[in-house]
């Protein structure tokens, strides 16, 4: 049983499409994330969102805008979809706020032609 | 100066080698740090959290220098199933987690 679970996990779509990302996890956690991973593999926070309140925005473009329903699920959506926002976007959970051991899903290749 | 920096490699080693990578992290305010594990095309997993008295977990051993502001991580007997890229992550002190590029491992025969 998939602890944290993110749909689609392979996507390719135009510019200028809008798509999202959703995630969902079984853990019980309160607080999830979005990360994204460059073609250099460097994992970047996006967001972070505890009990559904955003408690962490990193300058991240507001084409981009998450979605938390309920402390299960968080979802990521963007509009206007541009070559650089090609990566993997790994959906996360934590028992807690203060940074402890991160539960990663399996990530979703965005590509964006 | 990125937060938290790492030599990318790749580190070349034989079976049986012994390994060690270093991290060093900017933000002195740092509390709380960790190898996170990452195998190609799959998401990162945590490998071992990193205590003040340096810790142990198998063949793996890590370290903390606060004063140095850096982390190691000692891979003993490297095993072809070592091979992954190890991500030195550091909570900076705002409730988040940031991670280096990782230092790529390859075991060979």
């Known amino acids: 049983d998939t602890a944290v679970s993110q749909t689609p996990k392979y996507l390719v779509t135009q510019m200028g499409n809008d798509k999202s ?18 073609s250099k ?31 299960a699920h968080l979802n990521l959506h963007i509009n206007s979809l541009e070559l650089g926002d090609s990566a993997v976007y790994f959906c996360a959970s934590s028992l807690g706020t203060a940074g402890g051991e991160l539960f990663f899903g399996e990530g979703s290749r965005l590509t964006v032609l | 100066r990125k937060e938290v920096e790492q030599d990318p490699g790749p580190f070349n080693v034989p079976e049986g080698a012994t390994v060690a990578f270093n991290c060093t992290y900017s933000n002195s305010a ?41 982390i190691s991580l000692l891979i003993r007997d490297s095993k072809l ?10 909570n900076n002190g705002f409730q988040k987690l940031v991670f280096g590029t990782g230092t790529r491992l390859l075991v060979s025969p």
């Open chain 2, 30 to 70: 740092s509390q709380s740090f960790f190898w996170y594990r990452q195998d190609c095309r799959k998401e990162p997993k945590l490998l071992m959290s990193v205590y003040s008295s340096g810790n142990e977990d198998g063949r793996f051993t890590a370290q903390l220098n606060r004063a140095s502001q850096y």
């Open chain 2, 81 to 90: 199933s070592d091979s992954a890229t190890y991500l030195c992550v550091v």
């Open chain 1, 41 to 71: 593999k460097f994992l970047k926070i996006m967001f972070s969102y505890n009990n559904k309140e955003l408690i962490i925005n990193e300058t991240v473009p507001n084409r981009f805008s998450p979605k938390s329903p309920d402390k």
């Open chain 1, 21 to 38: 990302i959703k995630c969902e996890q079984n853990l019980g956690h309160d607080t999830m994330y979005w990360y994204k991973q460059d």
